[in-house]
């Protein structure tokens, strides 16, 4: 019996940092706004880049994903979603963006498979 509740224990731990509250699912939102990351994404509808619930579904089991998609929000790319978006590249957001904003983005669309 201790081993199940110090094993939940554990488990609470690792996916707590995971789950995005209500109020920085807000904040998340309300920053992609001001970002202008909504032109071209929803939460979960496909735009012109792809929708951000299938992206944290997508990345919600690897561990390099979110180093992955900082960069790409800050450099700029194509080729992983090139069946969604049609070969649209994703545009550099570095420097407009400040890299901590575009920490706190990645942030918010991985958390979301975990609502």
């Known amino acids: 019996m201790n081993i199940n509740i110090s094993m939940l224990a554990g488990v609470s731990l690792i996916i707590w940092p995971l789950v995005v509250p ?14 202008g990351c909504l032109a071209c994404h929803s939460i979960e509808h496909k735009v012109v880049g792809p929708a951000w ?10 561990a390099k994903a979110r180093a ?6 800050k450099k700029g790319g194509k080729g992983n ?3 969604v978006t049609g070969g649209v590249p994703m545009p550099p957001y570095s420097p407009r963006v400040a890299d901590a904003d575009i920490e706190t983005l990645v942030d918010f669309v991985l958390g979301l498979s975990a609502r």
Do not use: N, P, T
């Open 53 to 62: 619930s299938e992206v944290s579904r997508r990345y919600q089991d690897d």
């Open 22 to 35: 209500a109020a920085d699912q807000a904040a998340g939102l309300e920053l992609a706004k001001r970002s």
């Open 81 to 83: 979603w090139s069946q």
């Open 68 to 73: 992955a998609l900082i960069e790409k929000v």
